[in-house]
């Protein structure tokens, strides 16, 4: 565990170097996403900070990963952030055309033996012919992940189904957007007081207060939280994009 926290820490302030420089070379785009959650209304060992990254990468391949810092149980926000939880995703998309990827993700997070290793195929459903003009109409973009193979220290078949969406709003303002993730899990070996295929999700809406900051607020739901499944967070947001 203490290697695992200390290589999460050492991403972190390297990919900070990289933000504070403001150049990165060798990718085809991408994005540093900093949040900070002052403000948790009832899970107070729910996030407080979290850093997302996404890089276009040579040969159809791509980067996102995100990594969560987490306060102690019946801790303050912000007082002391030692759990996390971190996704790393390396995508390759099959053909230039083409609106699917092939898929690995790597979890790591808090703890011993509950790292795991994922397989399978994205399907980016604004990219796809026939629903590209919708998605563009209503400004949104979607995306379904099959995780279909997994690799743990667990004996249950497990398998996921990840969405990942946004929408903007020029109608509206240029300043205004909503993001957002469900996880669905099915196939978990669980205790009997949790449902048997747990969801998490969060939807953020975010308003562009002056450049590259951001007001935002998430409505959280984790349904691993037994008698507090959702939660509220409110914070503010600095976004790099390249």
């Known amino acids: 565990m203490i290697f695992k926290r200390y290589f999460v820490l050492g991403c972190v302030a390297f990919l900070s170097v990289l933000a504070s420089a403001g150049e990165v070379k060798n990718s085809g785009g991408g994005m540093l996403d ?46 002391d952030t030692v759990n996390f939880y971190s996704e790393l995703n390396l995508r390759w998309k099959v053909a230039e055309t083409s609106p699917l990827d092939l898929t690995l993700q ?8 509950n790292d795991r290793t994922r397989l399978g195929v994205r399907w980016r459903l604004n990219n796809t012919s026939h629903l590209e003009q919708f ?14 193979v997994q ?16 929408f903007s709003f020029p109608a509206i ?13 099915f196939n978990e070996d669980l205790p009997p007081t949790f449902p048997s295929n747990p969801i998490v999700s969060e939807t953020q809406v975010g308003w ?17 939280r ?17």
């Open 135 to 148: 998605f563009q109409r209503i400004h949104a973009k979607w995306s379904i992940n099959l995780h279909a």
């Open 34 to 79: 900093f949040n900070f959650y002052p403000y948790l209304s009832k899970a107070e060992n729910d996030s407080v900070f979290s850093l997302n990254m996404a890089s276009g990468l040579p040969n159809r391949f791509s980067y996102f990963g995100f990594i969560n810092f987490y306060n102690q149980q019946n801790e303050n926000e912000l007082q």
């Open 226 to 242: 037994i008698d507090s499944e959702v939660n509220h967070a409110v914070g503010v947001e600095y976004k790099m994009k390249w």
């Open 151 to 166: 690799f743990d220290d667990t004996d249950a078949n497990e398998w996921q189904l990840e969405h990942a969406y946004s």
């Open 208 to 224: 562009r207060i002056v450049e590259n900051f951001y007001a935002i607020y998430e409505y959280r739901i984790n349904q691993y």
């Open 173 to 185: 303002s240029k300043r205004l957007y909503v993001a957002g993730f469900i996880d669905h899990t």
């Open 106 to 113: 790597q979890v790591m997070r808090s703890s011993e033996d």
